[in-house]
């Protein structure tokens, strides 16, 4: 069973930077697709970026466009999201998730995510 654990939630204030990172375990990062989503509070959960096998194509949602990367570090096993020039509205549980598995199947920009972090927070202050 695939896991994957993010870490690099935390406060910042508008302007700010954090990166996210979601180490995987029982899964190669490289081998498939691998996604952000978010959670804003009664909100559904929306698409952020996407890259594809190997640290190929990314995608990002027109709202990050130009500011948020995506990224991975296949010796890691490991990907990134670089987050900069944030706003209030980016606040956010934030949720890493793999193209296998079957736990609450999501279709995003050419990929199916079927298993998902625990998730960490985001919060931003104006």
């Known amino acids: 069973q695939v896991q994957l654990v993010e870490s690099g939630g935390g406060s910042v204030q508008a302007g700010g930077s954090l990166r996210l990172s979601c180490a995987a375990s029982?899964?190669?990062?490289?081998?498939?697709?691998m996604g952000w989503f978010r959670q804003k509070p009664g909100k559904e959960r929306e698409g952020v970026a996407r890259?594809?096998?190997?640290?190929?194509?990314?995608y990002y949602a027109d709202s990050v466009k130009g500011r948020f990367t995506v990224s991975q570090d296949n010796a890691k096993n490991t990907v990134y999201l670089q987050m900069n020039s944030l706003k209030p509205e980016d606040t956010a549980m934030y949720y890493c998730?793999?193209?296998?598995?079957?736990?609450?199947?999501?279709?995003?920009?050419?990929?199916?995510?079927?298993?998902w972090g625990q998730g960490t927070q985001v919060t931003v202050s104006s």
């Open positions: 890259i594809y096998p190997d640290g190929g194509s990314t």
């Open positions: 998730a793999a193209d296998v598995g079957t736990y609450s199947r999501t279709w995003w920009q050419g990929c199916t995510f079927g298993s």
């Open positions: 029982r899964y190669t990062v490289s081998s498939a697709c």
